[in-house]
């Protein structure tokens, strides 16, 4: 088959929030079209997405990221042969060792770990605690992982976020995973200003006549209208889980996950959570197309229309532009969309509930991967 490239645009209003802030605890920012704008890190949505996953997907089909990698293959491997408890841990150093990871105790008398974030899939835990289990009964147990090819073990049967979100081993780039997903950083479609509240905490058991506050502080906030995107690479995912079922599933939970996920930060302060006001899912056979370039004139609300409904217009008539300049005419298309300031995104796709859109995008992708075999 030819390319599958699924873009997934999202038009998403926030009430006063701070979900990403810097090391200064400011909400993060950056500058596009000359403006400032409120923005949240690809990197924190991706987690937001990860963490979604848990309630879309068995565990058995999602991985762990990790240093302490050594102890979470020494509990399996205690799991699975409890007469190995007392040399778990050191069966599970030498397999990660044999995989060619260097592992280091961080202080004395602790348990090793990697020296970075380690992506393993549930499978491959599962896998090398069972060479592990098996080279325990070896005179050489170095010998045995060796012979059980464990780092092989660690290269296959990745899981779905593995797939998805790719993987980097610093010392055996061999094994890295190329990511099929790209997640742009969220900019808001309009200029926006940080702004302070001031709070105070009053001590329940002060008397009357203490009127002082046991506690103030600030937080740092915006309000913004966010564009989002994403785009998966449906070739390069199923190459990564080699399974038409898998492949299909990976994109319903990744489209479901990123629409209705958030970053955490500041929710118990702000209770912040939405829902985006507008959805557009285009399937494409080319490239991926990021059209961020409709908010590069900031969006102004008016009297008469609030920025939903421009920045709605403004993404619609992008993509016909793109449409039209470039020959970029998309494969399918699907609209999940609130209120009458998104009607004019119907042109982009049919409208469909967030459910159906799913469903759909499932069986397009079911049937290009199918075709692909």
């Known amino acids: ?25 400011s909400p993060k920012t950056a500058t596009y079209g000359g403006v400032r704008r409120s923005r949240v890190s690809s990197q924190a949505w991706k987690r937001s997405t990860r963490v979604d996953f848990d309630s879309r997907l068995d565990r058995s089909e999602l991985g762990t990221r990790t240093k302490r990698v050594v102890e979470l293959l020494a509990e399996e491997i205690t799991t699975r042969a409890p007469e190995l408890g007392s040399r778990a841990t050191e069966l599970a150093t030498e397999t990660i060792k044999a995989v060619g990871i260097e592992v280091k105790a961080p202080e004395k008398e602790a348990t090793p770990q990697s020296g970075y974030l380690l992506f393993l899939s549930r499978r491959q835990i599962q896998n090398l605690a069972g060479a592990a289990i098996e080279a325990a009964e ?34 055996q ?26 709070y105070t905490a009053v001590d329940d058991r ?26 998966i690479d449906v070739n390069r995912l199923a190459d990564n889980l080699g399974d038409t079922t898998a492949v299909r599933r990976a994109v319903e939970a990744f489209l479901e996950s990123f629409v209705r996920s958030m970053p955490s930060g500041k929710q118990n302060t702000f209770a912040n959570r939405t829902l985006p006001e507008a959805v557009v899912v285009l399937a494409r056979d080319s490239q991926p197309i ?4 409709a908010f590069e004139n900031p969006v102004r609300e008016s009297e008469h229309s609030g920025r939903v409904k421009r920045a709605a217009d403004a993404l619609r008539e992008e993509a016909l532009e793109v449409q039209r300049a470039y020959g970029e005419q998309p494969l399918d298309g699907w609209v999940t969309r609130v209120g009458d300031d998104t009607a004019n995104l119907e042109e982009l796709g049919s409208n469909v509930s967030l459910t159906e859109m799913v469903t759909q995008l499932g069986e397009l992708v079911g049937t290009r991967v199918e075709e692909r075999s």
């Open 138 to 171: 070896a005179d050489d147990v170095k010998k045995a992982l060796k012979e059980a090819k464990v780092k092989d073990l660690a290269d296959r049967e990745h899981s779905v976020d593995i797939a998805l979100f790719g993987r980097m081993v610093a010392d």
């Open 206 to 231: 002060n008397e009357d006549h203490e009127t002082g506050a046991g506690m103030i502080g600030t937080v740092e906030f915006n309000s913004s209208t966010l564009y989002r995107y994403a785009t």
């Open 290 to 293: 990021n059209l961020v370039g």
């Open 1 to 25: 088959m030819s390319r599958t490239m699924i873009d997934i645009h999202v038009l998403q209003t926030v009430p006063p929030s701070n979900l990403n802030r810097d090391d200064t605890g």
């Open 173 to 198: 780039a061999d094994i890295n995973v190329d990511a099929a997903a790209q997640v742009a950083h969220a900019i808001s479609v309009h200029p926006v200003e940080t702004e302070f509240d001031y």
